[in-house]
């Protein structure tokens, strides 16, 4: 199945890149490697959620995201925050473009109504998903997933960053559910080489890692 091909802005990608690492939203270290919650090795750790405390960098995400809204996705009814990280994002989007917002939970409540989705969206509503950071892909398109199973139909995923994982890619394109990032980890490196957050001798490892991130660290 193929989905149909989103085009980022090379400027703006470039531009976020910057501001990520400038804020620390993303640091590289490939000489010591972080650990994530799974255990796995990686150079790059990733807390978009930290873009929300600066206006100007929150500010440009949203634009980014407003456009490729519009050029992609004109004729979007809802916009639908992933939970938690997607969720500021989405409502500033939301209300640029004068659209409903909903969020999606990453599971549903244990009490009450017991509600995956909150907010309104009705059967066939046209929807969007905003989310922070899009690694493997599975809890993106979970995402997505849960606004089909709603009766609505999801045009798309957005995202502020992607490791650009080949498993993400395969995970989308068998869905039939587009998806794209404001930019991503090829557009990263290049920014962090060209301000010095690393070097030219890093870059081997930093393309081994996305390329095979379980054997990444592994003597």
């Not at 796995?40 to 405390?53: A, F, M, W």
């Not at 606004?147 to 995970?171: P, T, W």
């Not at 301000?195 to 930093?206: K, M």
């Given at each position: 199945?193929?989905?149909?091909?989103?085009?980022?802005?090379?400027?703006?990608?470039?531009?976020?890149?910057?501001?990520?690492?400038?804020?620390?939203?993303?640091?590289?270290?490939?000489?010591?490697?972080?650990?994530?919650?799974?255990?796995?090795?990686?150079?790059?750790?990733?807390?978009?959620?930290?873009?929300?405390?600066?206006?100007?960098?929150?500010?440009?995400?949203?634009?980014?995201?407003?456009?490729?809204?519009?050029?992609?996705?004109?004729?979007?009814?809802?916009?639908?925050?992933?939970?938690?990280?997607?969720?500021?994002?989405?409502?500033?989007?939301?209300?640029?473009?004068?659209?409903?917002?909903v969020?999606?939970r990453?599971?549903?409540?244990?009490?009450?109504?017991?509600?995956?989705?909150?907010?309104?969206?009705?059967?066939?509503?046209?929807?969007?998903?905003?989310?922070?950071?899009?690694?493997?892909?599975?809890?993106?398109?979970?995402?997505?997933?849960?606004?089909?199973?709603?009766?609505?139909?999801?045009?798309?995923?957005?995202?502020?960053?992607?490791?650009?994982?080949?498993?993400?890619?395969?995970?989308?394109?068998?869905?039939?559910?587009?998806?794209?990032?404001?930019t991503?980890?090829?557009?990263?490196?290049?920014?962090a080489?060209?301000?010095?957050?690393?070097?030219?001798?890093?870059?081997?490892?930093?393309?081994?890692?996305?390329?095979?991130?379980?054997?990444?660290?592994?003597?």
């Amino acid at each position: 199945m193929t989905t149909p091909s989103i085009r980022i802005n090379p400027e703006l990608a470039g531009q976020i890149a910057a501001d990520l690492l400038a804020i620390g939203a993303v640091a590289l270290r490939p000489q010591q490697p972080f650990t994530w919650t799974s255990g796995l090795k990686s150079p790059i750790y990733c807390d978009n959620r930290l873009t929300i405390s600066f206006p100007e960098i929150r500010e440009r995400i949203a634009e980014g995201f407003v456009t490729l809204i519009r050029d992609n996705f004109p004729d979007a009814e809802v916009i639908a925050g992933a939970a938690t990280g997607g969720i500021p994002h989405a409502a500033w989007v939301a209300q640029k473009l004068g659209l409903p917002m909903v969020y999606v939970r990453d599971k549903a409540k244990g009490h009450g109504k017991e509600n995956l989705i909150e907010g309104l969206i009705k059967p066939g509503q046209k929807t969007v998903v905003i989310e922070d950071l899009i690694s493997t892909g599975g809890s993106s398109l979970k995402v997505a997933l849960a606004v089909n199973e709603a009766g609505a139909q999801a045009l798309g995923v957005l995202g502020i960053f992607s490791y650009q994982f080949e498993k993400a890619r395969e995970a989308f394109a068998g869905s039939g559910i587009p998806f794209e990032t404001l930019t991503n980890y090829s557009v990263l490196l290049d920014v962090a080489l060209r301000n010095g957050s690393i070097q030219e001798q890093d870059l081997q490892a930093l393309k081994a890692w996305r390329e095979n991130p379980s054997e990444y660290g592994k003597a």
